[in-house]
Each structure stands twice: as structure tokens, then as C-alpha cells.
């Protein structure tokens, strides 16, 4: 057993109407025999634990938009529910209360006044990431929180939600293996905590400029069909062009008649170019741009728990001992000075007070360094999908300038009919000659 998921209020997990089967008590993270801190997942292991859609449903309320709805389908849990944005929200919130010491992906912020379409299918989409995320999550997709959210059809979910986390304590209350942490913990343990970190933040700044690279890729391929569309009209609208042709300009060559006929009919090619053109940069922003968002939302994680152990429990701890210090030289001053024997005890018990208290943290500080090792790994186990990503844009590449070059080639032998129609015209090359057609 490596990620601690055991629960000792048992009572209260039963509360929600959520059949949940014992999985938890057996568990769950697959590790090497022995040291249950370190993991043996794989990539495909942990891609196929569930695939989570979300989907879009707005409901109107009179003439306005007052709220978005999403649809949620969980392949493992075979069901449909329906959630608010506030929904998301709360598990995420539950989750945080819960999982303290684990990565738990960041939420899209709620936009307060109007959100338009373009702002809704974001959120959407980093909701999907967020919820694939946390579902793919060894320890999050064993527990209870988890499958509430996805399969629970009541109205009052949030309430829900938080009976199951009300007097359960966090995942250092629930863990069997929370207070011999230390035990499994690397000697140098700091120095890799900091390395890893350091590493990890210099991967998050590259895969962010591949992430603005990308989505700057696809967004030409999306200009570049709508170019092309207009091109191909631009074109129809020129063999539409009915303005009479004075017979002194025309000089009985019917050139410009036959040019209009051949130019109508261009259009359509153009526009099926246009259409290849959105294929491809649609697709790259779902199997590239996506994929890398995803991973960033991973790593954005692990930045934010480094934060949460340097700002949370670490420092209470330093406060701690600070405290005890102080504590202690109160001690020292007041019986020098023959103080009253009660103020004393007091000050004694408080002592010992505070030493529990330090005690305590020092076990929560060991416990999130076990976490934050095993939280490491699974940054690495989700290393390869860099290799997905790059089979992703190359498929992506060859098939779109496949299709594309297929079109241009069909579309080639037309520019033929361009040329008809005078015998005093040649019909000039379809490739240009060597050199530049304005050179000298």
C-alpha cells in the first residue's frame, strides 16, 4: 500500500446515497514490494483509469443566459450528471481539504459579469482537464469524493459533498502510514525535494512556450481557411461579374467570357481547401494544444503544492519550535525569579503543550514530504505523453498537407480552361520558368 487512503470514520463515508465497494481499504497504487513510497504506474495505466466528457448546457431563463450548465459522463462510472460551475467549485474545495498534501489541479476562474462563447468553451474545456485529472489521480479516483461527484443525480451534490469530509480529518488523519513517514524518506530527501522542484519548473517554462507555439499553429491554420475561402469567393464573384463588355475593348476576343466561366467554378475548391484548413488546425488544438494544456495544469499543480508545503505546514512548523523557544526561556526566567508555583504549572503545561504541538508538526512536515516524493513520480510516469503530443502534431502535419496537396493537385489541371478561347493566346506553363517572373 503506498498512497494512504484508509478511512477511520467509516460511519460518516456511509452517509451519501453512494454505494461506495471497499476499494479503498485494498488499494490502489501499485508500488514496488517493500518501501510503499515509491510507484510502479504506467502512463496507459493511469490514462485508462477513466476518460471524463464535459460537456456543454446552457439554460435560458426569459432572454438572458443566467447560467451554464455541464453535462459530466464518466466512462468508468458509466453515467451522466449534471453540474454548475459552483459544483466543480465545492470538490475542488473538498478535495483541498482533504488532500492537503497532493496535487490538486487549479479551477478556471468564474468570470463575474457575462461571459462570452469564447470564454465558456474555455473554462469548459480547462474543467474537462481538471476533472480528467483528478480522476486519473491514484489516491482522488479510489475515493468516495470522487465518485460522488461523478454519479450522484441529486440536487444538493455540494451538500453532499461536504458530509463526506465534515470530521474525517485530512489524508495525515486517515493514513495508517502517516507517522512512520520519515521512515521511508530518503536520507537527503531536502536536496531532492529542491532539485526536483527546479527541474520541474524549468520544464513548465518550456512546455508553456510549445503550448503558445502551438496554439499560435493552429491558429494560422484556422486564418489561413478563412483566407482561403474568401480568396475562392473573391474569385466567384469576378466570373459573376456582369458589367457589359464594350466591344471596343473586347476587339472580337472572347477572352473575358471565357475567363468568367472558368473562374466561377473555382470556388468550390477553395472552399474545400478552406475546410481542410479548419480540419487541420481543429484538430491540432484538441490532440496538441489540449495535451499540452493538460500537462501544464499538471505541472501548475506541483508549483502550487511546493508553494502550500514551504507556506503551510513548514511554516508552522518553524512558528512552533519559534514559540516552544520563547516558551522556554519564560521557563528559565520564571524560576530563577521564584515565581508563584501555579504560574508556574502553567507555564509547564503549556510547555508540554507546545511539544506535542511540535511533535505533531514534525510528523505532518515528514508526511508531506512523502507526498510531495510520490506526487514527483507521478510528474515523471506523465513524462511520455510528451512523445503523444509530438506523434499527435506530426500526424497532424502530414495528414492535413496530404489532404490539402491532393485538392491543389485536382484543382491544377482546371487553371487549363483559363487559357482557352483565342488561338492568338498561348496557353502559358502551369509551373513557373527557373528565376523570378519580375526578374530582369
Not at 100 to 129: H, N, Q, T
Not at 207 to 218: H, T
Amino acid at each position: 500500500m503506498s498512497y494512504c487512503t484508509k478511512e477511520r470514520a467509516c460511519s460518516d463515508l456511509a452517509k451519501p446515497p453512494v454505494n461506495e465497494p471497499r476499494e479503498a481499504e485494498q488499494f490502489l497504487m501499485q508500488t514496488p514490494q517493500g518501501n510503499p513510497l515509491l510507484l510502479s504506474h504506467t502512463l496507459q495505466e493511469l490514462l485508462s483509469k477513466d476518460s471524463v466528457q464535459v460537456e456543454l448546457i446552457p439554460e435560458k431563463k426569459g432572454l438572458f443566459l443566467k447560467h451554464v450548465e455541464y453535462e459530466v459522463s464518466s466512462k468508468r462510472f458509466k453515467c451522466s450528471v449534471y453540474r454548475r460551475y459552483n459544483d466543480f467549485v465545492v470538490f475542488h474545495e473538498m478535495l483541498l481539504q482533504k488532500f492537503p498534501y497532493r496535487m490538486v489541479p487549479a479551477l478556471p476562474p468564474k468570470r463575474m459579469l457575462g461571459a462570452d462563447r469564447e470564454f465558456i468553451e474555455s473554462r469548459r474545456r480547462a474543467l474537462k482537464r481538471f476533472i480528467n485529472l483528478v480522476a486519473r489521480h491514484p489516491p482522488f479516483s479510489e475515493d468516495v469524493l470522487l465518485k460522488l461527484f461523478l454519479s450522484f443525480s441529486g440536487s444538493d451534490v455540494q451538500n453532499k459533498l461536504r458530509e463526506l469530509v465534515q470530521g474525517v480529518g485530512d489524508e495525515f488523519v486517515t493514513c495508517r502510514l502517516a507517522t512512520q513517514a520519515k521512515d521511508f524518506l530518503p536520507a537527503d530527501i531536502q536536496a531532492q525535494f529542491a532539485a526536483s522542484r527546479e527541474l520541474i519548473r524549468n520544464i513548465y517554462n518550456s512546455f508553456y512556450k510549445l503550448r503558445d507555439r502551438a496554439e499560435r499553429i493552429a491558429s494560422r491554420a484556422i486564418d489561413n481557411a478563412s483566407d482561403l475561402l474568401i480568396f475562392g469567393k473573391e474569385l466567384s464573384a469576378l466570373g459573376s461579374d456582369t458589367t457589359p463588355l464594350p466591344s471596343w475593348a473586347a476587339l472580337n476576343n472572347n477572352t473575358w467570357g471565357t475567363l468568367k466561366q472558368a473562374l466561377k467554378g473555382l470556388s468550390v475548391e477553395f472552399a474545400l481547401l478552406a475546410d481542410k484548413a479548419v480540419q487541420q488546425g481543429k484538430q491540432e488544438e484538441n490532440d496538441v494544444v489540449e495535451k499540452l494544456n493538460l500537462f501544464l495544469d499538471l505541472l501548475q499543480s506541483y508549483k502550487d503544492l511546493c508553494e502550500r508545503h514551504e507556506k503551510g505546514v513548514l511554516h508552522k512548523h518553524q512558528r512552533a519550535l519559534h514559540k516552544y523557544s520563547v516558551m522556554k526561556k519564560q521557563m528559565m526566567s520564571a524560576t530563577v525569579q521564584n515565581k508563584e508555583p501555579e504560574s508556574v504549572e502553567q507555564l509547564e503545561s503549556r510547555i508540554v503543550e507546545q511539544e506535542n504541538a511540535i511533535i505533531t508538526m514534525e510528523l505532518r512536515n515528514y508526511f508531506s514530504l512523502y507526498c510531495l516524493h510520490q506526487e514527483t513520480q507521478l510528474i515523471h510516469i506523465y513524462l511520455p505523453l510528451t512523445s503523444h503530443i509530438l506523434g499527435a502534431f506530426v500526424n497532424s502535419q502530414i495528414q492535413g498537407h496530404k489532404e490539402m496537396s491532393k485538392v491543389w493537385n485536382e484543382l491544377k489541371p482546371k487553371l487549363s480552361c483559363l487559357f482557352v478561347g483565342s488561338s492568338s493566346m498561348p496557353t502559358p506553363p502551369l509551373s513557373p520558368p527557373e528565376g523570378n517572373f519580375f526578374s530582369n
